[in-house]
């Protein structure tokens, strides 16, 4: 209800509105009530509890993160300001892995692995997690996907190898639980473990079960570069078999497919122009970010890190290893590619290594890179966190303009102890980088269109009918910014800077930054999906 007997609880004016359909701006007042977007129009006759002035501003719907990994940060600092200052009000979270649901030793590894002040893993089922973030608190909205990994794992540990009838049976009475529990589409990552060793036609089974509650399938693909057309053909295969909309994560060009994004994107527009529904998005960065263990062969880390660690300690497999990894193509070049970040390891010496490159780490242990990641591992706790660089910045910029691809920033907030470790500056600057840099410095595509990616599309994608638009009746989630000034400012080496030119963000119609100041207030909810 509103304050006393104004006519609205907030009334934003003087500022142009960019609605997120895609269509030109236009001048109008936004008033909010309740949780609602209540009018759009000349309101300055009338009343409101908070009154701000957007002159000079933009007014669009909240940045929908298609792909963060806050699941985590939320429950260490419910602020998450990291991203309220890229304007994001809601994230969808979980890729490959989701928070639940977990066994008890995958709560163990969890709880082996957690920084200081996260909670105990009290949770199993994904409704479990989703009541617990409910509990606590967030500045922002937060969906779910159920990881296919998750079931794998709970039936199969960490093994090599495919379920039996009786097992796949298990694994889909989870996916159904997770999908009844609101979970918005199955999301799978084939290059890590466990997720690396499912087969084509388990996930096909287990989206059968997604495609029953309307989900949708998204993937981190089993390859984004020499191999990534028949990863694609997986995909689509996926898509087409299970009867689900797909979903490509971080869409990109690696290894000898760099420069050659303009031919997967005609095999997407192909599978798109045959039938299938079929998008995705990006994060504007050409270098990536993931675990150091992916430069490991799978074989190596079946059964787990531990497992894994355990295996160097003979020579003859330490030196396979070792040699494998040496014909990669970040190795092979000598490991200036590589910076090497989120080390979890007592061994102070190791620790220094924090947000180096890893040639420089190697020249300093004076062995070669190959080796020098083989100790970073034997020290660490968990895999560290890597910087890949290497993809090439056109590509970026003809995926990017693709109608089909909208905003994900494949990072969580650095919140607390996280920011003793490095990160990729998209955890900071993903929406703001696309806005400031290039929509206003590049001139990629126009303001409407960033704001359409970052909004209604991915709300499609997400099938999100409340939110994505500015229009009467949708709930209010709200961005104010100057698109003179918006702009990001985390960068590889000094990453922990807040993003700047966001003045006010609006969550379910709760201020939670206002005039540039974090207000403490907790406006966001957890999104479960409604079957339809």
Do not use: C
């Not at 029953?212 to 399938?217: A, D, I, L, Q, T």
Request: overall charge neutral.
């Amino acid at each position: 209800m509103p304050t006393g007997h104004a006519a609205y609880d907030i009334r934003i004016v003087h500022g142009d509105v960019i609605d997120g359909t895609g269509k030109a701006r236009f001048r109008a007042d936004v008033g909010i009530r309740g949780d609602a977007i209540a009018a759009i129009g000349d309101l300055s006759s009338a009343t409101s509890a908070i009154t701000i002035d957007a002159t000079n501003q933009v007014v669009t719907p909240g940045f929908i993160d298609l792909l963060g990994h806050s699941e985590a940060s939320v429950l260490l600092d419910p602020q998450l300001e990291g991203k309220i200052r890229q304007g994001v009000t809601t994230e969808v979270t979980g890729e490959g892995h989701s928070p639940g649901p977990i066994n008890d030793a995958m709560a163990a590894e969890i709880d082996r692995t957690r920084l200081p002040g996260y909670p105990d893993a009290t949770w199993r089922s994904l409704d479990d997690f989703m009541r617990v973030a409910e509990k606590r608190g967030s500045a922002i909205n937060f969906a779910f996907y159920v990881g296919a990994a998750n079931p794998r794992e709970i039936v199969l540990g960490t093994a090599d190898r495919a379920p039996t009838a009786a097992e796949l049976a298990k694994m889909e009475t989870l996916v159904d639980e997770s999908m009844r529990a609101g979970a918005v589409g199955m999301s799978t990552a084939l290059i890590y473990p466990p997720g690396r060793f499912a087969t084509t036609d388990e996930l096909i089974a287990l989206g059968r079960v997604v495609s029953k509650y309307n989900g949708s399938y998204w993937t981190h693909m089993r390859n984004e570069a020499d191999r990534i057309m028949p990863a694609l053909d997986e995909a689509f295969r996926i898509g087409r078999e299970s009867h689900l909309p797909v979903n490509i994560f971080h869409l990109k060009a690696g290894g000898k497919m760099r420069g050659q994004m303009a031919e997967i994107i005609a095999k997407i527009e192909a599978a798109r122009a045959g039938g299938l529904d079929v998008a995705s998005q990006i994060y504007p960065y050409t270098a990536t970010s993931t675990d150091l263990t992916s430069i490991v062969s799978a074989w190596a880390l079946d059964g787990g890190y531990l497992q894994f660690v355990a295996r160097l300690k003979d020579p003859a497999t330490r030196a396979r290893i070792a040699s494998e990894m040496r014909t990669g193509s970040y190795i092979s070049q000598g490991g200036n590619g590589i910076l090497v970040r989120g080390i979890q390891s007592s061994d102070p010496q190791i620790k220094a290594f924090e947000r180096k490159r890893l040639d420089e780490i190697a020249k300093s242990m004076n062995t070669d890179p190959a080796e020098a990641a083989l100790r970073i591992f034997e020290a660490s706790n968990s895999s560290p966190i890597a910087i890949f660089f290497g993809l090439s910045e056109d590509d970026l910029k003809l995926a990017m303009k693709q109608p089909w691809v909208a905003v994900g920033s494949d990072s969580g907030a650095v919140v607390g102890p996280m920011r003793q470790f490095g990160a990729h500056p998209r955890a900071y600057g993903t929406f703001p980088r696309i806005l400031g840099h290039y929509v206003r410095d590049e001139h990629l595509f126009t303001l409407e269109e960033a704001v359409r990616k970052m909004t209604s599309l991915a709300a499609s994608r997400a099938k999100f009918a409340d939110r994505g638009t500015l229009r009467t009746g949708m709930r209010a989630d709200v961005v104010v910014f100057n698109p003179a000034t918006i702009r990001d400012v985390s960068t590889y080496e000094d990453p922990h800077h807040f993003s700047e030119g966001i003045s006010n963000v609006i969550v379910n119609g709760v201020p939670v930054l206002q005039d540039g100041k974090m207000t403490g207030r907790l406006g966001g909810r957890v999104l479960r999906r409604k079957p339809s």
